[in-house]
T-cell receptor
């Protein structure tokens, strides 16, 4: 396991379509985070999982956004009825509660809504 | 509420020279953590260094050191002997400890560092 992997790396979709992104964390990490990063900004927190439980959601996460981590391993982030404002880089990160001073990020999924 | 401020949108440094990237923060918490991440053009966020609020010594990781001044609420990153591969965006971030072991991390807006040959 070489790190956090995200799929796809790039996604172009038409406004109104649904999209789903996948994140595979480092295998022994029980904590998983989703962030959104728009151009020129730092990442903004979206949601957090500890094992399979979604413990925190940002107000940024409208009802069009849903995230799951059904078996406490990989996670999916779905955006329904995409809008142009959803265009951003979506980053996933994972960490271990045993060594919580480090969080490792994936390379992100860049979403473009046209 | 936490806030991270990075006032330098862009910085230039000559190769092999040292550079300091500024970061100030605001929190009412007594226990918190400060991170620096590097984001090259490929988009991946690379962890560089961490400082806990109760750590008395400044953190160091190879060529990276964190100049932690708690009273001034600053956590500047110092990169010694800059290399061309250091050219990237650098983000300062702060971790807030919430109930249930959850940690929320807030990022600054970043500083773009360019190393000149």
């Amino acid at each position: 396991d070489t790190g956090v992997s995200q799929d796809p790396r790039h996604k172009i979709t038409k406004r109104g379509q649904n999209v789903t992104f996948r994140c595979d964390p480092i295998s022994e990490h029980n904590r998983l985070y989703w962030y959104r990063q728009t151009l020129g900004q730092g990442p903004e927190f979206l949601t957090y999982f500890q094992n399979e439980a979604q413990l925190e959601k940002s107000r940024l996460l409208s009802d069009r956004f849903s995230a799951e981590r059904p078996k406490g391993s990989f996670s999916t982030l779905e955006i329904q009825r995409t809008e142009q404002g959803d265009s951003a880089m979506y980053l996933c990160a994972s960490s271990s509660s045993l060594k919580s001073t480090e969080a490792f990020f994936g390379q992100g999924t860049r979403l473009t809504v046209v | 509420a936490q806030k991270i401020t990075q006032t330098q949108p862009g910085m230039f440094v000559q190769e092999k020279e040292a550079v300091t990237l500024d970061c100030t923060y605001d929190t009412s918490d007594q226990s918190y953590g400060l991170f620096w991440y590097k984001q090259p053009s490929s988009g991946e966020m690379i962890f560089l260094i961490y400082q806990g609020s109760y750590d008395e010594q400044n953190a160091t990781e190879g060529r990276y050191s964190l100049n932690f001044q708690k009273a001034r609420k600053s956590a500047n990153l110092v990169i010694s002997a800059s290399q061309l591969g250091d050219s990237a965006m650098y983000f300062c971030a702060m971790r807030e400890f919430l109930s249930g072991g959850y940690q929320k991390v807030t990022f600054g807006t970043g500083t773009k560092l360019q190393v000149i040959p």
